[in-house]
């Protein structure tokens, strides 16, 4: 019997999605609910599961191309497993390593690589099997491939086994890579269409310059009390929570303290209507493989610091795996973005509408400050608050500030509540 391969409701208000890598190739078998596909939308990157045990006999759709909800993008026939499928398949479906036999000693299993990962591999000129793929299923993540350093080899030799396999060509990828042969003098271009995600959040940054009256407000923390207590309680916390005490659990905590404050910055304009929230559902902005995202901390007030480290390792996981949920990227009171880990001094952050604010952090770094009439150097760290003027005054956003600064200096308030 054939079944059709139906694009499914991926979120509120998604009607279009783009089609990401497929898993198989025409006359591949698959068992039910392994996954197929990947379908990107503008929130996040799903896999979707085989509809049924059978054979993919038709791609209709391939790598690249959009489709709507409901259409129709693969079809399957539906049938029993056939004798040939190889048992690492079969092993792999069933979550456990097959009992080695005597294959010939050039066969090598190749794993799943993942977008992220198929990058990391070039990046480090390793392939796919010098690398122990420890993903769900046997994927290979980027993170198993950074665990591998580099392998010195002069220029131009190549792996010692073949590299990864090369996918068919899509009709628009080969009318890119003729719209960009190099001219005559060595200069080329590259076309790449955007993805679903990139086109949302342009679309949405350009929405947020227009429609709000964006102003934005400075000011610097002393992080030494955060650094002592995380050196402090480093091990301990690890050992009984098995994550990293880091130092976005006190921002968060921070954060909260301060809108409870200022509760303009945790409120959004509907029409003529202010809108205050009663929660604090807080945005923290990740990269992804498909950019920068930004999953939610759901009621972030009644969280502990150990429960929020473990979502935001967990988000941060889940999203170099293009594995976020939708659901995961909605709604959201207010934005924490932390371009401090990629070594930023500085910058102005843009709203996340219909939020009215969103705090950007940066690198920490030792500087000359005066205390007590001395010059001391101490670990310092610019935050920057930008802020929908046309609901928050200057006042607001400066008291704001002032607050997560007061509260990271002295964390003990937080428990005191002072």
Do not use: C
């Not at 198989?24 to 979707?48: C, F, H, Y």
């Amino acid at each position: 019997m054939t079944v059709d391969v139906v694009v499914p409701a991926v979120g509120e208000s998604i009607t279009e999605v783009q089609i990401g890598e497929w898993f198989l190739t025409e006359g591949d078998w698959i068992r039910q609910d392994e996954s197929l596909v990947v379908i990107e939308t503008e929130k996040a990157t799903v896999e979707l599961p085989a509809p049924v045990s059978g054979v993919l006999v038709r791609i209709l759709k391939p790598k690249g191309a959009s489709a709507r909800v409901g259409e129709t993008i693969g079809r399957m026939e539906e049938s029993e497993k056939p004798a040939g499928r190889s048992r690492e398949r079969e092993a792999e479906s069933a979550g456990r390593v097959p009992p080695a036999e005597s294959p010939a000693p050039s066969t090598v299993t190749a794993p799943r690589v993942m977008p992220a990962a198929r990058r990391a591999l070039e990046e480090r000129r390793l392939s796919p099997a010098e690398v122990r793929a420890t993903g769900p299923g046997g994927r290979l993540l980027k993170e198993d491939v950074e665990r591998e350093p580099p392998i010195p080899r002069p220029v131009g030799q190549p792996p010692a086994v073949a590299p990864l396999p090369k996918e068919p060509p899509s009709a628009e990828s080969v009318q890119a890579a003729t719209d960009s042969r190099p001219a005559a003098t060595g200069r080329g271009e590259e076309v790449v269409p955007m993805t679903l995600i990139r086109r949302r959040i342009a679309e949405r940054l350009v929405a947020a310059k227009q429609n709000a009256a964006l102003l934005t407000t400075f000011n610097e923390i002393d992080m030494s009390a955060v650094q002592q207590l995380r050196s402090q309680y480093r091990e301990a916390f690890q050992e009984r929570y098995g994550v990293k005490l880091g130092f976005m659990s006190f921002f968060v905590k921070a954060v909260v303290e301060a809108l409870k404050r200022i509760p303009q910055l945790n409120a959004e304009i509907r029409g003529s209507d202010i809108v205050y929230k009663n929660y604090y559902d807080i945005g923290v902005a990740v990269g992804g493989g498909r950019g920068l995202v930004v999953p939610i901390l759901r009621n972030a007030d009644q969280m502990s610091f150990s429960e929020v480290e473990k979502a935001i390792a967990d988000f941060a996981k889940r999203a170099q795996e293009n594995t976020l949920r939708p659901e995961d990227l909605q709604g959201g009171t207010f934005t924490i973005s932390n371009g401090g880990v990629y070594g930023s001094l500085l910058s102005t952050p843009i709203v996340n509408p219909p939020q009215s604010g969103i705090l950007g952090l940066h690198a920490v770094q030792e500087r000359a400050v005066v205390r007590d009439g001395r010059v001391v150097v101490r670990p310092m760290m610019y935050v920057a608050l930008t802020y929908d003027h046309r609901l928050v005054d200057g006042r607001e956003a400066v008291t704001f500030l002032r607050r997560v600064k007061d509260v990271m200096e002295n964390p003990a308030a937080m428990l005191l509540e002072v």
